[in-house]
């Protein structure tokens, strides 16, 4: 989860406290506090075998695309490419009609051709799924544990 789902989660009076349950047992909440260098560190331990960036904003995915990596996300991504690591990328604009919801009401979002372009080559980065909607992030996610052949657990305990 990066740092932009902590300064979003409030907008919405949500707190992650209150998701927490529905995350496996062991998940790690990860805050960039140390310019990304533990959790980054981590990938070379073969601590992970995936990387998600979700919500990944349109500075996010440009960042990724042109190889900048200076927040936890882009960093993240970027060392996760360079070790051949999955990464599971949640674009938010993917579509030429995005409608979402603010932190008011429901808005109309029209990307502009320079933010689609960065998904499309997002697309071909290696070792790099885009998913445009929380259902294929579910349905990516599956794939992987598949692909490792892991399970979710459901428990809440």
């Known amino acids: 989860m990066s740092d932009a789902a902590e300064e979003v989660l409030p907008i919405y009076d949500i707190r992650l406290e209150d998701l927490r349950p529905r995350f496996a047992p062991g998940f790690r909440l990860l805050r960039d506090k140390t310019a ?5 560190g981590m990938l070379y331990d073969d601590v992970y075998h995936t990387v998600v960036v979700a919500p ?3 500075n996010t995915v440009a960042k990724c695309v042109v190889g900048i990596s200076d927040t936890l996300p882009s960093n993240m991504f970027a ?8 990464s599971i990328v949640f674009a938010c604009d993917t579509e ?4 979402t919801k603010s932190p008011h009401d429901w808005v109309t979002l029209h990307p502009r051709r320079i933010e689609l372009d960065n998904v499309e080559r997002l697309r071909g980065f290696e070792h790099c ?3 445009c909607s929380p ?3 579910e349905a990516a996610l599956q794939a992987r544990l598949a ?3 892991l399970v979710w657990n459901t428990s809440s305990s």
């Open 36 to 40: 990304s260098a533990v959790p980054v």
């Open 56 to 58: 990944a904003t349109s």
């Open 79 to 86: 060392q996760a490419g360079k070790l051949g690591i999955a």
């Open 96 to 99: 030429p009609v995005v409608v």
């Open 129 to 131: 799924k885009v998913v």
């Open 135 to 137: 259902a294929e992030l």
């Open 147 to 149: 692909q490792l052949n």
